[in-house]
């Protein structure tokens, strides 16, 4: 069974940071590239960063400088470090796995497990 657990979200002021956590299982940490999405109601979802195996990274344009993806193997977990929060970060946070060689990296179509979600708001 593939799980993928959220944990971090909450509420922060603009300029803030926060930590995200996705915790999985020794397989799909192993066998699988990992991405971070995220969601707003009444939007599409949204590609936020992703690492593959070898520890390339890529991100959004809107994140770069501000987000940092990592993989943390002793735990089997990854984390999305986002620092100079903004409002327009509100949105609830999945991360997901994809096979390494599905394409395009930051499209959701791309991967086929799912957590459930971790809700990030930045207030003005």
């Known amino acids: 069974q593939v799980t993928l657990v959220e944990s971090g979200g909450g509420t922060v002021q603009s300029g803030g940071s926060l930590r995200l956590s996705c915790a999985t299982s020794?397989?799909?940490?192993?066998?699988?590239?990992i991405g971070w999405f995220r969601q707003v109601p009444g939007k599409e979802r949204e590609g936020v960063a992703t690492i593959d195996r070898d520890g390339t990274t890529s991100y959004a344009d809107s994140v770069k400088g501000r987000f940092t993806i990592s993989r943390d193997t002793a735990k089997n977990s990854l984390s999305l470090q986002m620092f100079i929060l903004k409002v327009e970060d509100t949105a609830m946070y999945y991360c997901?796995?994809?096979?390494?060689?599905?394409?395009?990296?930051?499209?959701?179509?791309?991967?086929?497990?799912w957590g459930q979600g971790t809700q990030v708001t930045v207030s003005s």
């Open positions: 997901a796995a994809r096979v390494c060689a599905s394409r395009p990296v930051l499209l959701p179509t791309a991967y086929s497990y």
């Open positions: 020794e397989y799909i940490y192993s066998a699988y590239c």
